[in-house]
């Protein structure tokens, strides 16, 4: 028999080596902890990708979750998503091959999870789920369902004045003690929605179960999902947590369901990303916020929405803290531009007792015309007119400087006073629904 020519020989061995690859140990990459600054881990021998996950080992044999937020030259920039105590030089850092993902599933309904969607409710293990990645890809306007029905929100100023469409989104605009959190509670009782997904991102941590317990209660919560990251939480996991309560309504909404998704706050999300960007070297741009922050902001929007034909929608409510009542605040104004309309509550009304304490004035919802009629919009126009111009003329109606036949529409509008503040007006425990709304507005115009 001749003797194996030397090129078959050395293909033959290839092969089996590749056969035998899987088999073989993997050499497990890792680096090491440089410098800590702040809230910013610096570290060296590491090649990975933003976002992803990160187990740095500490003196006492714990190990700690962080995320690859940023990198310069052979250093990347990690961010804790833990308390970092005994934290030390040279610590080993150990990348776990896979960018940050959620598991998902229906068994999340009536739990409250954390940023990293484990239970803190005392509950049982989650069930693995399926994986869904903390960063969505964007999905193609083109393909996007048009928004073509109404969203009954049991709110009767808003469903009547600002009627909102399923797969909007919108704002809601507030200085602090104004009752935003009773709107929203209120809102979550009554909203007509399959699954409702709460995202509480560093808001005090005495209302997470305050909302669970008052705002959703036993009936509300079994169809809902609580994500909570108080105000004690590192930045990063208060980013995470609007995230994953996104992603969550994201799966929701692929499996065919109408999904209503509350942010609060829009504003903490975006303080925590200025925490972020500005611990790892970006300059500011407006007010101490970083171009990249607004960036986010718009991303984390456009997520929600309709999604494609055959799928469900996300109708999205964003909370927008409006600190010292400032209407040009920058995250305010950059939401503003990117929502579907807002919502503004006004400190005036709330302090004279009046509940909810919506500005009719500087409210506005900009899918209204494609999902009512024209005569309900007209109505809403008309009350609009009517509210508006006794609120400005009310100083001088009150000291009696004002002119009976002046102003046919303020002479309207004394008359009808009493009527158009009692129709703004609803308890905590009461509901209007679409319906009702509207024939109590025609009610008012009579």
Known sequence: MAEMPVMQKISRHYQQVLADMPRMPHAIVSGKITRITGMKIEATGLAVPLNTVCLVSLEDDRTVRTEVVGFSGDTTYLMAAENVQGLHPGARVQPMGRRVAIAVGMDRLGRVLDAMGQPIDGGAPLLAGEIYPLVAR???????????????????????????ARGQRMGIFAGSGVGKSVLLGMMTRATSADIVVVGLVGERGREVREFIEESLGNVGRARAVVVAAPADTLPLMRVNS????????????DQGMSVLLIIDS???YAHALREIALSIGEMPATRGFTPSVFARLSRLIERSGNGVQGSGSITAFYTVLMEGDDHTDPIADHARSVLDGHIMLSRALADSGHYPAIDVEHSISRTMQAVVTEEHLQ??????????????????????????????????????????????????????????????????LE
């Open 138 to 164: 964007p999905i193609n306007p083109m393909v996007r369902t048009r928004i073509s029905a109404p969203l009954d929100v049991g709110i009767r100023a808003i469903n009547a004045l600002f009627t909102i």
């Open 242 to 253: 609007a995230m994953l309560a996104t992603t969550l309504a994201e799966y929701y909404r």
């Open 266 to 268: 829009l504003t903490r």
């Open 379 to 444: 109505m809403a126009t008309r009350f609009r007119r009517l509210f508006g111009a006794y609120q400005q003329n009310r100083e001088m109606i009150n000291i009696g400087m004002y002119q009976s036949g002046a102003d046919p529409i303020v002479d309207e509008a004394i008359i009808r006073r009493e009527r158009l503040f009692a129709f703004l007006g609803q308890g905590m425990a009461e509901q209007s629904n679409l319906t009702d709304s509207v024939a109590a507005l025609k009610h008012v």
